[in-house]
Nanobody, 126 residues
């Protein structure tokens, strides 16, 4: 059984930094694995932030910015999102997700993502 548990969210002032983590159990970070971050701002739809594959290639979602960095520790089965210079518009619930099959089209479409965490809240005050 795959479980994804996010942590690292919280309240921060604009300009601050947070590092989100997603610990995976029952999911192997190899052999075509794909894990990613999504976020859902208040009152809006969930959107893709970024994904990273087992070969360490990444793809940016619509909300990715050069202030964020996605990374993974395969041995620890943990996904990270380093967020710097946070802005109020980064306020959202952040989710990690893991895919079970390979896909190259509409990579951030939720139908492609089999497993989801419960989310961690990020609140940025200006």
């Amino acid at each position: 059984q795959v479980q994804l548990v996010e942590s690292g969210g919280g309240s921060v002032q604009a300009g601050g930094s947070l590092r989100l983590s997603c610990a995976a159990s029952g999911y192997v970070f190899s052999g075509g694995s794909c894990v990613g971050w999504f976020r859902q701002p208040p009152g809006k739809e969930r959107e893709g932030v970024a994904l990273i594959r087992s070969d360490d290639t990444t793809r940016d979602g619509e909300s990715m910015t050069d202030r964020f960095t996605i990374s993974q520790d395969k041995a620890r089965r943990t996904l990270y999102l380093q967020m710097n210079s946070l802005k109020s518009e980064d306020t959202a619930m952040y989710y990690c997700a893991a895919a079970q099959t390979h896909f190259d089209v509409d990579v951030f479409a939720e139908r492609n993502w089999r497993f989801w965490g419960q989310g961690t809240q990020v609140a940025v005050s200006s």
